[in-house]
């Protein structure tokens, strides 16, 4: 072999040696972590790594004391959608009583013919669980004269308001296009639906945006012109100042305004902070229902209750976080007097019985109590 190819030789075995050596070095040993470029780099990425995992620790251990030092508070969520996905089963066991959600005003799909079907499923929960939920119906056709009998009706049969309604809607991506939302709180059989009502002590929960201009305008027309009706201000603080809510309460005392703590809370969006809030909140603590909105717009749920119990603790009243925190919404449920229809029925179960009782003076909630109790002992 002459010289020549020796060498060429001798330079393709080190190309070879060479080459699997770069292969074992990046394809085959695991790559180790690129060295920082100073001490100091090192240090700091240490720390922003200690400081991510003790924030979230310490996030939730906030939550869980904050629980431990306001759980003893009756609490009520004034707005939850829980009946969509009928959810509710799981909640109960995995994150009401873990969170000490005592109550829940429960509904499912908003302003749509599907929301019929989950009117039931929020009646059907009621039945079964009568401590725990609070059914309000909204597969109510906006535009439908009709709907009125049918509103009435769930009304007598027991469920304790109207909600969540689509009385106006611009930018939300749920409602702005729901079949039978109106285009403002006087518009369709919204009248119709305040005297109704009016009549049976019920609120309706309406959803409003955006929080200004015409629709507002219309709020108050509706708010002056049936005094005895009560108006809840769907997530009145959602995309809202403070100011604002403090002009409408001041204005109309038959308005209440839902808080959805989570939105404030943990909401980009929001440009308030929870504490932006207190003092109007101090000046009506009559009139403020706190509520999750099911987590709408959050990370989870859980997360909206938390901020509900981080209201309570910003209030630093115990007195005044009960009014907002249950006070308030049970006052709302135990107004209502027992409905034609419920009397009726416990006079049948009395008479089957032979026996009587003075119906006189029973709400709403303890004519339901009865029927659900000893009507199915009954059956």
């Not at 240490?46 to 003893?72: H, I, M, P, W």
């Not at 049918?150 to 749920?174: N, R």
């Not at 509520?291 to 709408?296: C, I, L, M, P």
Request: contains cysteine; proline residues 6%; negative net charge.
């Amino acid at each position: 072999m002459s010289q020549g190819k020796k060498l060429l030789l001798a330079c393709m075995y080190a190309i070879v040696i060479i080459g699997a050596a770069l292969i074992l070095k990046y394809w085959v040993l695991p790559p180790s972590d690129p060295a920082p470029s100073s001490s100091r780099d090192a240090a700091a990425t240490a720390n922003e790594s200690k400081v991510a995992d003790a924030s979230s620790k310490d996030s939730q251990d906030s939550f869980d004391n904050l629980v431990k030092r306001y759980g003893d508070i009756p609490l009520i969520d004034a707005h939850n959608h829980s009946a969509s996905n009928r959810s509710y089963d799981w909640k109960i066991d995995h994150m009401w009583d873990k969170y000490r959600v005592d109550r829940v005003v429960l509904f499912g799909n908003v302003s749509e013919p599907s929301a019929i079907q989950t009117d039931q499923y929020a009646w059907e929960a009621y039945q079964q669980y009568p401590e725990r939920f609070v059914p309000f119906f909204s597969g109510i056709d906006l535009h439908d004269p009709a709907s009125l009998d049918m509103v009435k009706e769930k009304l007598e049969q027991g469920y304790f308001g109207l909600g969540e309604l689509a009385a106006a809607s611009t930018y939300s991506p749920v409602l702005a296009n729901v079949a039978w939302k109106t285009e403002h709180p006087m518009d369709g059989i919204f009248p119709q639906l305040y005297e109704l009502c009016a009549a049976y002590n019920a609120p309706l929960l309406l959803h409003i945006d955006p929080p200004n201009g015409m629709v507002i305008a219309k709020l108050e027309e509706a708010l002056k012109a049936y005094p005895d009706t009560t108006i809840i201000f769907a997530h009145s603080n959602a995309y809202n100042s403070p100011e604002n809510i403090r002009m409408l309460l001041e204005k109309y005392p038959n308005l209440y305004a839902d808080f959805f703590a989570g939105f404030t809370a943990f909401n980009p969006e929001s440009a308030n902070k929870l504490v932006d809030f207190i003092p109007v909140i101090k000046d009506f603590p009559d009139r403020f229902l706190l509520s999750t909105d099911s987590g709408f717009g959050l990370a989870a749920e859980e997360q909206a209750i938390e901020a509900m119990y981080q209201m309570m603790d910003a209030l630093q009243d115990r007195e005044l976080a009960t009014k907002i925190a249950s006070g308030n919404m049970e006052r709302l449920i135990r107004f209502q007097k027992a409905t034609a229809t419920q009397i009726t029925a416990i006079q049948k179960l009395d008479r089957d019985r032979g026996q009587q009782r003075d119906v006189s003076k029973l709400t709403k909630e303890e004519a339901g109590n009865i029927l659900i109790e000893e009507g199915t002992q009954h059956q």
